[in-house]
């Protein structure tokens, strides 16, 4: 017997070949809703064995509400996110880490916008932005 494990982004019904399709079991992982991701960012902040108490953050109820929304359902991200934002942002005087929508902003690199976030749609040359030919020789002109 061999087991195969795999993750995709793509649909594997049209990236997976038909004879490796046909021997798998697909198993279709449905996004969190915000309310699941708000809860595992406070399950994280609290938890004292594997969470990030001994960090000593304190994360502003707005904060915590943006990370999920923006997370797109997945919580590896919205973990992963606020890991880089309690890095990255200094301590306070007495030694407490307070994150603020801006801090999550910054840790993501974009501003917070109003609806959903849409990720790229896949061979649309509206996102192909062109690099001159300089940066793929080395040559600095």
């Known amino acids: ?3 195969l494990i795999g993750a995709t ?4 019904s049209f990236e997976v070949i038909a004879a490796l399709l046909s021997r798998c079991r697909v198993l279709r992982l449905k996004a969190l809703d915000n309310d699941d991701i708000y809860t595992i960012i406070q399950r994280a902040l609290a938890d004292e064995e594997r969470g990030l108490v001994d960090r000593k953050i304190e ?15 997945d919580a590896r991200v919205a973990l992963n996110t606020l890991e880089v934002t309690a890095t990255t942002t200094q301590r306070g005087d007495d030694g407490i880490i307070r994150l603020s929508v801006e801090a ?3 840790a993501m690199q974009h501003k917070a916008v109003t609806g959903t976030m849409m990720p ?21 002109g």
């Open 104 to 106: 999550v902003e910054a």
């Open 9 to 12: 982004t793509e649909n594997p």
């Open 1 to 3: 017997m061999l087991t």
């Open 59 to 73: 994360m502003e109820d707005e904060a915590m509400k943006y990370l999920a929304s923006v997370a797109g359902g």
């Open 120 to 140: 790229y749609p896949r061979c649309t040359k509206a996102f192909v932005i062109p690099i001159p030919m300089g940066h793929y020789t080395g040559w600095r």
